[in-house]
């Protein structure tokens, strides 16, 4: 099973690498792109057997302690088979 981990800024969080390229966007004439939130992508593998409910209860732990700034950031993540 992997589980496929997404980390960005809150959206109360200034995000000036995001701001960058928008403004690069606009000038190479992509007019439809409103807003351009950067942020990580982690792809974690796991042990064969592993459950799909202990699968959810890890990741999630890991993504909140290990992988994220819960102050600036947040997270979502989706388990693939």
């Known amino acids: 099973m992997k589980a496929h981990v997404y980390v960005t800024l809150k959206r109360t969080v ?15 004439q992509f007019r439809s792109v409103a807003d351009v939130r950067q942020g990580k992508y982690f792809l974690l593998t796991l042990a064969d057997g592993t459950s799909r409910d202990a699968a959810q209860k890890e ?4 993504a909140r302690d290990v992988l994220t700034n ?12």
Do not use: H, W
């Not at 200034?14 to 190479?28: E, H, M, R, Y």
């Open 14 to 28: 200034l995000d000036p690498q995001g701001q960058t390229i928008q403004g690069a966007l606009k000038k190479l």
């Open 59 to 62: 990741i999630d732990r890991i």
């Open 70 to 81: 819960p102050v600036i950031e947040e997270y979502s993540f989706r388990l693939e088979e």
